[in-house]
């Protein structure tokens, strides 16, 4: 089946400073990949959706500016959260799709963001 | 607007059979989805419905019916590490997925 990574998998870095997390698929071409959000107990809230070679569309909510996303190649997408605060720590979840299917999306393995 | 219902919690024997609902509201439909999420996991997929009646794989069963905007996740023969978060996804009119809470599924021995 299709693989999705993420890396990295725990990174813990310091307020004001940014963080780059990688998303990858491995063995197929992401023509869309997903970018969500989970906080403790809580469901995945989609924070933007990402086509190769175009801008990505964010949710209502969510800071472009502070969450930059690069979908270079078809097979990367990247997130930066620029200047991270305490309450940016979270689960952060990349998902890919490939092809003409709606519903075929591949999750990677997430990323826990902590910022001190 | 859309809108998804499940419980919280729930807690079941092992070995024993329990059935996870989910109510939900939508103006578009194109499907609904049931992921298993372990703590400090990602999602993994179970199931996928878009036509109404019980889809059956392995012990994992999933039913939909569109009319009354309901489904259940039936899960057999239970195994301690079935004990996750399940989590009920609608898909709208334009192939968004709409996620719910989630249910904390609790396996006792």
């Known amino acids: 089946g299709a693989v999705v990574s993420q890396h990295p998998s725990r990174v813990i870095c310091k307020s004001g400073t940014s963080v780059k997390i990688e998303c990858r698929s491995l063995?197929?071409?992401?023509?869309?990949m997903f970018w969500y959000r989970q906080f403790p107990k809580q469901s995945l809230m989609l924070m933007a959706t990402?086509?190769?070679?175009?801008?990505?569309?964010?949710e209502q909510g969510v800071e472009k500016d502070k969450f930059l996303i690069n979908h270079a190649s078809l097979t990367l997408s990247t997130l930066t959260v620029t200047s991270a605060h305490p309450e940016d720590s979270s689960f952060y979840i990349c998902?890919?799709?490939?092809?003409?299917?709606?519903?075929?999306?591949?999750f990677g393995p997430g990323t826990r963001l902590t910022v001190t | 607007g859309q809108n998804i219902d499940q419980p919280t919690e729930m807690t079941a024997t092992e070995g024993a059979i329990v059935q996870i609902n989910c109510t939900y509201q939508?103006?578009?439909?194109?499907?609904l989805f049931w992921y298993q999420q372990h703590a400090g996991e990602a999602p993994t997929f179970l199931s996928y419905?878009?036509l109404d009646g019980l889809e059956e794989k392995g012990r994992f069963s999933s039913f939909l019916s569109r009319s009354k905007g309901y489904s259940y996740l039936l899960l057999k023969e239970l195994q301690m590490k079935d004990s996750a978060s399940y989590l009920c996804?609608?898909?709208?009119?334009?192939?968004?997925?709409?996620w719910g809470a989630g249910t904390k599924l609790i396996i006792k021995p």
């Open positions: 998902s890919a799709k490939g092809g003409e299917s709606h519903y075929e999306q591949y």
């Open positions: 063995d197929f071409q992401a023509t869309t």
């Open positions: 990402s086509n190769e070679g175009s801008k990505a569309t964010y």
């Open positions: 939508t103006s578009g439909f194109n499907g």
């Open positions: 419905n878009v």
């Open positions: 996804v609608l898909m709208d009119s334009n192939y968004q997925l709409i």
